[in-house]
């Protein structure tokens, strides 16, 4: 069956650092994946979207790449700040027409000032 | 715009009791998702509409829950009888096909369940 695994539960990281966040997946073929970020007692909101056939998207702070041969993606925040501090979930999926995401368990990150 | 809409926000109820929740999606997402986030897990797919038909509720405990899109926008989610393992938040979201852009999903605050 398909499973994403995130590294570490847990992620904690001074302020100014950059965070990387890991996503693995297994038995799965995605097109695309996507990141969410996460706050307590909120619903998952979406950050960036990659396309298979694209190695690196950026946007502001946050840098995505996606492996296909690796089957993983990286996810940076470059000069984090205790603002990033949330939970973070991949999700990838195999098409962009209204399919609905598999989510792995998220990695929660604490940014330290 | 407005965001995805739910209520309640929170509710408690003992096991074998029965309970509603209710999400009204973003104006114009002909696609509106049910999911359930056990604390510590991602949130799982219950159940998938687009407009007011199924396409995916193969993980959807059927014996027991149940979901409805009348009309292609609000939806509700029920639960009859509730088990103490339904204790989750449950998020409802929707999305909207726009070609190239991927299915950027949309989320509700959630229903944090709590069933004693």
């Known amino acids: 069956s398909q499973k994403i695994e995130q590294n570490s539960e847990a992620l904690n990281i001074q302020e100014g650092k950059t965070a990387t966040l890991t996503c693995n997946y297994t038995?799965?073929?995605?097109?695309?994946l996507q990141w969410y970020r996460q706050d307590p007692g909120r619903g998952p909101v979406f950050l960036l979207l990659?396309?298979?056939?694209?190695k690196e998207k950026r946007k502001e702070r946050l840098k995505v790449t996606f492996d296909t041969t690796l089957k993983q993606s990286l996810f940076h925040i470059t000069a984090s700040q205790p603002a990033d501090s949330a939970t973070y979930l991949c999700?990838?999926?195999?098409?962009?027409?209204?399919?609905?995401?598999?989510f792995g368990k998220g990695t929660t990150l604490s940014v330290s000032s | 715009e407005a965001g995805v809409a739910q209520s309640p926000r929170y509710k408690i109820i003992e096991k074998r009791q029965s309970v509603a929740f209710w999400c009204n999606p973003i104006?114009?997402?002909?696609?509106l998702y049910w999911y359930q986030q056990i604390l510590g897990q991602g949130p799982k797919l219950l159940i998938q509409?687009?407009?007011?038909?199924?396409?995916?509720d193969s993980q959807l405990p059927k014996d027991r829950f149940s979901a409805e899109r009348l009309k292609g926008v609000d939806s509700t989610l029920k639960i009859q009888p509730a088990k103490l393992e339904d204790s989750a938040v449950y998020l409802c979201?929707?999305?909207?096909?726009?070609?190239?852009?991927?299915?950027?999903?949309?989320f509700g605050p959630g229903t944090r369940l709590t069933v004693l």
């Open positions: 979201a929707s999305s909207s096909y726009r070609g190239t852009s991927g299915n950027e999903q949309f």
């Open positions: 038995n799965y073929s995605p097109a695309y």
């Open positions: 990659i396309r298979e056939n694209e």
């Open positions: 999700a990838p999926s195999r098409d962009q027409a209204g399919t609905a995401l598999i």
């Open positions: 104006s114009g997402h002909a696609t």
């Open positions: 509409f687009q407009n007011n038909g199924v396409v995916d």
